[in-house]
C-alpha cells in the first residue's frame, strides 16, 4: 500500500510541478526544470547509498549443502537450488508471464493508454481552450489518488475488487468523456476529484488482482506483469494519442 502510494504521487505531482516551472512559449525556462531533474536524480543516487544493504544482508550461496540460501536482517530462508526444473503444477508461462495474469495486466495496459492522454496532453489542451496553467489540476487529482488508496485497500481486503474495480472504470470513463464539454477551467477542476477517484481505486486493484492471480512461488512474475503492462500502455499511448489528436482533434481523442 505505501509504495502504491508513492508510485502514484510522481507522475501525478510531477506534471504540476513541470507546468510551474515552464511558461508557455518560453524555451528558456526548460533549463531550471532540467537543473531540477538532474539534482533529482543526484539525490536519488545518494539515497540509493545510504540504504544500501550490509554485507551480512546480502545474499549468499552455499553450494557445499547444494541449496541457495538468502539471508536478509540476520534471517536465513532456503530457496530451490536454480538447477531444480519448477513444480509441474505452477501455471504456464508465456513471454515470461504467467497466463492467469495477463488479462488484469491486458486492462492495465488499456488503463495507462487511456491516462496518456491526460498525463501528457491535458496542458496543451488547456492551453489551446484558453484555461491557462493546469498545474492545479494535478495536484487535486494526485492529492485526491493518494487518500483514496489506503481505503481501497483495507475495502478490498475484506470484500474482494470486483464491484470497486467496476465503479472505478466507470467513473474514469465518465471523466474521460466530460474533459471536452468543460466549458471553463473552472469545471475542469472540479473534473479532477472523480478523476483521482478513479485512478486511485482501479490502479491498485488491477495490481492486487494480478498478484492474487499469480503463483506464490513467482512473485517477480506479478511485478513484471504490472511494470510491462503500465510501461506498454504509456509507451504506446502518448504516439498514438498525438496521431489521434492531429487527425481527430482533442474533442474526439476524449
Known sequence: GVYSISTAIVPAIGPSIFLTIVREGDIGSFDPLFLLATLLCLTGLLVVFLFWPKEEQACSLSDSVGEARFCFADEETEMPHP????????????????VPTLLPAAFLCLFAFAFSSVNFFLPEYAFAKGFGNMGLFYFIFALVSVIIRPFVGKITDKRGPGAFLLAGMCCLCVCYALIPLCPSEAELLILAVPFG???????????????????AERPGCASAAFYAAYDTGYTLGSPAVGLMIAFAGFTNMY
Open 197 to 215: 477517484l478513479g485512478m486511485g481505486s482501479v490502479a491498485p486493484l488491477l495490481n492486487y488482482c494480478i498478484v492474487e492471480r499469480c503463483s
Open 83 to 98: 538447477s531444480e526444473p519448477p513444480s509441474p503444477s505452477l501455471p504456464k508461462m508465456v513471454l515470461g508471464f504467467e
